[in-house]
């Protein structure tokens, strides 16, 4: 029987504060102990967080969770080979695959049931990823955000190992990757503003405003990130999880214009206005981006707030529409051409049955070998 000790050491790893005082000496966003926001947070106090706890246990409202199937079109590996280049599919909350060069990349993924460190508790999918984990083609890396687990899932992580050549990460977190026993010669750390040129495309690290931390002693131990990709004449943004601050801007004028941003839209809320963003605030981060067409990420799939669970792309696509935004709603699975987007449909005011992806994408990871296979 695993003890307590060995299992926090196992799940969170045990070098959290060691992490980050190796760690500071190289970022000006640690402080010596932690990582740190440009602007600091404001202080909470007791008060206020046990008044969201109360909230959030008591108040809820009952439509922040979907009642009908949502619509998911599946996916196949044979479609995925034959997809064109610059493909772009949502398979879930921010877990995004893209094809550039040939070869796929994977942001923030998340395959569990629940973005919790529980299999029983925490919030659970309102839908199937719209491909088994186990389908996935090999990947030519994995770019993480941060740590916090709507974004990075162990088990996940663990089962793509094999079949990724690269795990791009903010400092820290790629440490929590090898301490999860990750190869760390596949792992590349960056703090904002550095990168890493991958097969003649530019990966680089970029300013968030947010916080990072897997359990209630290791907050901050690890840095968050936004992060821009540019393949030739296509640029990207993918936010990650942020508040609205001035950085967008400086990422615009830095490394804009972008021809697409995947901009976080969802689990946001007026008690916690420094770490998401309002649907309003959205849409002005992708234009102090100078981004072309917007696609809101963060949403459809966990119940992490207190709205209702299409608030965010009803009050995104009616704010776009009058400060005259382009804006892309793609279905979970529905391919999305990077090049040349499609507005997509407002699916999520229709009820269908659910267009079924495998059931194996439900496990909560990968059968790793055959030993696996047989036990499970």
Known sequence: MTSLPALVSRVLGVTATQRGRALSSHSPQ????????????????LRKTLGIVWNVLLNKPRDTVPTDALPVDALTRAQLDAAPDRSLYRLGHSTLL??????FWLTDPVFAERASPFRRLGPKRFHAPPIALADLPPLRGVILSHDHYDHLDRETVLALAQSTA???????????LIEWGIDASKVRQFDWWQGIEVDGMEFTATPAQHFSGRSLFDGNSTLWASWVIVDHDLRVFFSGD?????????????????????VETGAYDAQWPYVHMQPEETVQAHIDLRG???VPIH???????????QEPFERVTGLALARGVALSTPRMGERLDLGAPHRGELWWRRTVETVA????????????????AKSS
Request: glycine content about 12%; overall charge positive.
């Open 242 to 262: 942020t508040g609205y601050f001035d950085g967008f801007q400086t990422i615009g004028e830095r490394l804009g214009p972008f021809d697409i941003t995947l």
């Open 166 to 176: 690269l795990f791009l990460t903010p400092l820290g977190v790629g440490d929590r």
């Open 292 to 294: 072309r067409r917007l």
């Open 299 to 309: 949403n459809g799939t966990f119940d992490l707030a207190m709205h209702r669970w």
């Open 98 to 103: 893209m094809k550039l060069r040939g070869q």
């Open 30 to 45: 640690h402080d010596g102990e932690r990582f740190r926001n440009v602007k600091p947070r404001p202080a909470e106090g």
């Open 357 to 372: 992806a495998p059931k194996a994408a439900w496990r909560w990871c990968a059968p790793r070998n055959a030993a696996d």
